[in-house]
């Protein structure tokens, strides 16, 4: 195994460590990282016989149904105890990118609607700003790709459509059918910013940008981890909007 593979094993195993008995529901997330951290509930099965599951793609619900696990749609649920899921960069203030396995809408749903959000990776993840290593994806409804895909360049950055590298030919369809443009940033950008103006143009569905929305980052190297928190005052339930 590579130094970055013990690097992911490290971080899944602490994940593990760190789900409270008392959890009932709980979502994962998708990508290599995850499949160490699916890998390794499945040795402690008898552990996981009462909790049901929640998944954010097609691939980690066929994947946990296929070691007995009960997945459950994300239709049917209104509450998650805790989202375990991966990420391709995380900034300093745990500022995330994700979506290299495009299912970033769907984890951005699960994420934001657990009690507790747990993030898993290797050290290579860590950046200084996002967008240093990878672009940041945008779903988008199929009828609006190419407004969206010129709207995009028209705001001065460069963007491709995502195109699949096996197993079909042309463009990515994620499990929520949406096409996904990345979009690179290739100079320091005000990132809250730049999502909240892509959330402005019609037939964006979502972006790989989760702004606030990690509780814990275990960031895992060869032979150890560091935690990255953040303080409890931050939970995205803060406002209260009831009259
Ligand atoms: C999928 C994701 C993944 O969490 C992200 O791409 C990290 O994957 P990996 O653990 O394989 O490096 O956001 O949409």
């Known amino acids: 195994m590579d130094e970055v593979e013990k690097a992911k094993l490290m971080a899944a195993k602490h994940a593990f460590q760190l789900i409270p008995p008392n959890n009932r529901v709980i979502g994962v997330g998708t990508g290599s990282t995850v499949e160490k951290f699916i890998q390794l509930i499945r040795e402690k099965r008898e552990l996981f016989h009462d909790k049901v599951f929640v998944a954010s793609s097609i691939d980690t619900a066929l994947r946990l149904r296929e070691h007995g696990f009960k997945v459950v749609s994300t239709s049917t649920i209104d509450k998650i105890d805790v989202y375990i899921d991966g990420a391709d960069e995380v900034d300093p203030e745990m ?83 949406g096409i996904i443009i990345d979009v690179h940033l290739d100079k320091p950008v005000d990132v809250v910013e730049l999502d909240r103006v892509l959330h402005e143009i019609p037939g964006i569905v979502g972006t790989g940008f989760f702004i606030g929305l990690a509780d814990k980052v275990i960031v895992g190297y060869p032979d150890h981890v560091e935690i990255i928190e953040k303080p409890i005052k931050d939970r995205h339930y803060s406002n209260d909007y009831r009259l």
């Open 95 to 177: 500022n995330m990118i994700k979506g290299g396995g495009a299912a970033h809408v769907l984890e951005k749903i699960l994420a934001y609607n657990a009690e507790t959000r747990i993030f898993i990776v290797d050290y290579t993840k860590l950046v200084r700003r996002l967008g240093e290593k990878h672009p940041v994806p945008v779903e988008v409804l199929p009828e609006a790709l190419l407004f969206v895909y010129r709207r995009i360049k028209e705001l001065g950055l460069r963007a491709d459509i995502r195109k699949s590298r096996g197993g079909k030919y042309g463009v990515v369809v994620s499990d929520t059918r």
